[in-house]
């Protein structure tokens, strides 16, 4: 073997294991830096107004973080302090509405007298004698409320992490504010193609973020103002809070509304109110769930030029590999590799 092949074995070597321990310092920072780079870019456009109003660049930084920090934190603080009120309630004003026979059809069968037909139905193949409805669902409603209530706890006690976390995502938000546009032609120097096929790529991802990124948020917001209209137009109980709530699952695809308008109804139809439910459940399925069929495939999919299925599947993927940080990793992920693809195709069919 030459000796420059030693050397190059050897440089390679050095240069893998300096990489990985480079990566295992910066890993616990990963994440904060990434949604240092998310953040940056969701708030880019004002950053770029300001940055011609304002030549002092630590200044604007400063000004773009405490902007986003104000904007990420007021809702979080809201929606917190609302379900916590909500979880505490909750026990409370189950007993009141059995205490006004709200859910005595389900609770007190005996009074509608639906128990004894079951009863019968069953015959001797199941013993319903000992069977205490009331007293097993009361129960379990006070067991959801007590977790609940200890999961919120747990988060609150988990607080000063995520306050951590928080500070180093500020901090990453700063120098992207600051430094952004350096580092990302930087970025471009180093990539190992033509100022073209640069151009097109970084155009391409540009395109896929903006619309992965807006276009869902403006989704998100859409259904859930729907859904608070609704819940007020019903008459359910803190309309806003669920419509933000709504407005925050709908950000995640296995979530999504549903998983509060359908219990919501579900406890409209035990409560007695049986038209409520039906129209709740309805208008749900109907109208707030399809805003995400109809109005994703017009922002998101023809503007990203990604088909609906990688789009949702790499944002399920994203949460599964990266966390609540997937949701815009995972289709930009997928973005860069169909650009790439996109962009390399004519030249790969050129060589056959």
């Not at 952004?180 to 096929?197: F, I």
């Amino acid at each position: 073997m030459r000796r420059e092949h030693i050397a190059v074995i050897l440089f390679a070597a050095f240069v893998t294991i300096a990489v990985y321990l480079f990566f295992r310092v910066m890993k616990p920072f990963l994440v904060p830096i990434i949604w240092g780079a998310v953040l940056s870019g969701v708030f880019y456009p004002i950053n770029n107004r300001l940055r011609r109003r304002l030549k002092r660049d630590n200044l604007r930084a400063l000004i773009m973080c405490a902007l986003a920090a104000l904007v990420i934190i007021l809702p979080v603080v809201f929606l917190a302090f609302g379900l916590a009120s909500e979880a505490t309630d909750l026990y409370p004003r189950f007993k009141a509405a059995l205490g006004a026979g709200r859910y005595d059809f389900i609770l007190r069968p005996h009074v509608y007298g639906w128990n004894e037909k079951v009863r019968q139905l069953l015959g001797d193949r199941v013993d319903t004698s000992s069977l205490d409805v009331e007293s097993f669902i009361l129960a379990n409603v006070d067991r959801i409320s007590r977790f609940l209530v200890n999961q919120l706890s747990r988060f609150i006690g988990n607080l000063s992490l995520a306050i951590v976390t928080f500070v180093f995502t500020l901090i990453s938000m700063f120098y992207f504010f600051r430094d952004g546009d350096h580092l990302v032609r930087r970025v471009r120097e180093l990539l190992p193609m033509s100022e073209d096929l640069k151009a097109t790529l970084s155009h391409r991802i540009t395109e896929v973020v903006h619309a992965t990124i807006y276009g869902g948020v403006a989704v998100a917001l859409v259904q859930g103002i729907l859904g608070g209209l609704i819940f007020w137009i019903l008459g359910i109980r803190s309309p806003i809070l669920w419509g933000a709530v709504m407005a925050l699952f709908a950000l995640i695809p296995p979530l999504g509304p549903s998983l509060i308008y359908v219990p919501a109804a579900i406890i409209l139809g035990i409560s007695g109110s049986w038209v409520k439910a039906v129209i709740l459940a309805a208008l749900g399925v109907v109208l707030i769930s399809n805003v995400d069929n109809v109005m994703k495939p017009l922002i998101i999919g023809k503007r990203a030029k990604m088909h609906q299925l990688i789009l949702l599947f790499s944002i399920i993927g994203g949460i599964m590999a990266f966390g609540l940080v997937g949701i815009i990793l995972g289709p930009v992920l997928a973005a860069i590799i169909l650009a790439l693809l996109e962009v390399y195709r004519p030249h790969v069919g050129s060589t056959g």
